[in-house]
């Protein structure tokens, strides 16, 4: 019994109880920093779309940016609508580009 | 006492924890309003920019319309069949993004004033980040409301009977003429219209009347005018204008033999030639 008290100690279990803390601690730091990033992302992809919507050529080739004709849902990042001359008439397409994970 | 080594990380952690949830909260509303800021700008801004490059060329073929029937469409027409457009232009954005976004037209407005049509519209844009006016317009570089009421009234003056007196029947020809320039020169006037007309004319004269000092005809004069705009060079119509007037020829004279006879003639008339004339 000395001998597992003495094993036993209180200090490995406080240690113990603390690097499992630091554990979770860091692991929610670095989903902060994901998220972080994402915004970033976000906001990244919604500036370059920003000027491909008014150059008028709204398309992108990313497996996380998507860009669909209409809107339909309000979780989107950019809308653009694209107008051109069809005929005697103004044609008019909606298209949105959303952020999938 | 090793663990209270781990205290000091354990804090470092929780302060890093801190600043990054501070730093989330604001770049993410930033972040969000940026792409606000942007939604609203392609929405309203970029919408009215795209409209303002795809009207000309809209107003530009319905100005040929114009031209190839002034009679019956009118500028107040285009103006509205073009904001017609805009509206279901509009309309098809608003829908298809799911009402995030809808438009409003204020008023439209077109004349013509010298030698140009002026037509803009006033668009309201209404969006979740509030509302935005925006005026869309162009300017054709020819007179399209003037240039319709002008075709009237030049048909008006064409188809006028009128009386001409003359010493022999060989001048009713150039006698005709003249009288249809004078008349055309004077509708054009000093107004500014820039324009070039053609008339072709075939006319058949017979006695109806004679005596000792006097003898008349009457005759019934076909035309065909062709109106076209100078320097419009988007546009290859022209109008055309067909009709018949009766013309009474009086001869101060006994005429013996010559019962029918018949005229034709052609006129090109530049209203700009006209203008430079009179100044």
């Known amino acids: 019994m000395v001998v597992v008290d003495s094993l036993v100690f209180p200090d490995l279990v406080i240690t113990m109880i603390l690097i499992i803390i630091i554990l979770l601690l860091i692991v929610y730091v670095t989903n902060q920093l994901i998220e972080l990033s994402m915004i970033d992302y976000k906001a990244s992809m919604g500036t370059y779309l920003f000027l491909k919507c008014q150059l008028g050529n709204f398309t992108i080739h990313l497996n996380h940016v998507i860009i669909t004709n209409g809107t339909s849902s309000s979780n989107y990042l950019l809308i653009c609508p694209q107008l051109v001359v069809n005929g005697s008439q103004i044609g008019a397409k909606v298209y949105t580009a959303y952020v999938k994970w | 006492m090793i663990y209270k080594s781990l205290l000091p990380i354990i804090i470092t952690l929780l302060i890093t924890m801190a600043m990054l949830n501070y730093l989330i909260s604001h770049v993410g509303n930033e972040e969000v309003k940026a792409l606000e800021v942007e939604n609203e700008y392609l929405l309203t801004i970029n919408v009215f920019k795209q409209l303002n490059n795809t009207v000309p060329k809209i107003f530009q073929a319905k100005a040929c319309l114009l031209i190839s029937n002034p009679i019956n469409y009118t500028c107040n027409v285009i103006a509205s069949n073009i904001t017609g457009i805009i509206m279901n232009a509009l309309g098809i954005i608003s829908n298809e993004s799911s009402g995030v976004v809808r438009y409003e037209v204020v008023d439209y407005v077109i004349y013509g004033i010298n030698n140009e049509t002026i037509y803009y519209v006033t668009i309201k ?18 007179n ?3 240039y319709s009421q002008f075709i009237k009234e030049l048909m008006n003056t064409l188809n006028a009977n009128f009386t001409i007196d003359v010493e022999n029947i060989t001048v009713v020809q150039s006698s005709l003429g003249n009288e249809i320039i004078n008349r055309v020169k004077s509708l054009i006037g000093t107004s500014s219209i820039n324009i070039t007309i053609n008339i072709y004319y075939v006319g058949v004269f017979r006695m109806i009347n004679r005596s000792i000092n006097r003898t008349t005809y009457l005759g019934q004069v076909s035309y065909t005018a062709r109106i076209s705009p100078n320097n419009v060079h988007t546009c290859n119509e022209i109008t055309t204008l067909a009709g018949a007037f009766y013309v009474t020829a009086v001869v101060n004279r006994y005429v013996n033999n010559t019962y029918y006879f018949s005229i034709n003639g052609a006129i090109n008339i530049n209203s700009m030639v006209i203008n430079d004339k009179t100044r």
């Open chain 2, 144 to 146: 399209l409301c003037y």
């Open chain 2, 125 to 142: 844009a209404l969006t979740p980040m509030g509302d935005t006016t925006g005026i869309v317009g162009y300017t054709y570089p020819f």
